[in-house]
C-alpha cells in the first residue's frame, strides 16, 4: 500500500548584495519556512540546512547524527526535524581573482547569522528560562569560495567543523 501524506510546505527566502567602495561585497541572506499538516521527515527543515557549523544535506539524505553545537546555550540540541523554521545570515566577501578559466573566481568571506527552528507546540521549553528556552542559535562561517566551471566549492572553518564528531 502506497503512502499519503497531505502537507503545505511555504518558503520564503531571499539575499541582497551591496558592493562596498573597496569592491567588497556585503551580503544579507533571509529563510523562513513553515510546515503544515503530516509530511513525511525528509520534507521537513533539517538542522543542517539551517546552521553552517553542521553538515547540510548531500543531494536530499542526511549522513550526520551531530545536533547543532548549542552556542549560545538555548534548547536547539534537541532539534533535529522541524516544521517552522527561521535563518538571518549577515555576509562580507572579499574578492580575491576574478578570471575566464576553470576557476573563475575566488572570494575570502566571513558570515555571522542567528537561526531558529520549532514545531507547533514545542517552541519553548518550559524547563528553562529566558533565551536558553528558546530553539535558537548562532551559525556562521569563514573560508575561501571558488566559482569554477563545474560550481562553486567552498573552502572554510565551518565546512571543516561540521565533519567533526563531537
Sequence with gaps: MLSNFEFLKLVVQGSFYRPTHRGHIIGLHTFGGALFGEAPFFDQFFIGDMNLLLPPRA???????????????????????????????????????????????GDAFVALGAFGMGSKGAFRDPARTGLAAWPVDMTGDLGVRLDTMVGVF?????????????
Excluded: C, K, M
Excluded at 73 to 83: E, L, S
Excluded at 154 to 166: D, E, K, M, Q
Design 59 to 105: 543531494l536530499g539524505l542526511n549522513f550526520s547524527t551531530q545536533p547543532s553545537r548549542g552556542i549560545l546555550g538555548a534548547a536547539i540540541a534537541g532539534h533535529r526535524y522541524d516544521n517552522f523554521a527561521a535563518r538571518v545570515l549577515v555576509e562580507y566577501a572579499v574578492p580575491l581573482w576574478r578570471r575566464h578559466r576553470l576557476v573563475y573566481s
Design 154 to 166: 567552498t573552502l572554510s572553518f565551518a565546512n571543516a567543523l561540521g565533519r567533526i564528531p563531537f
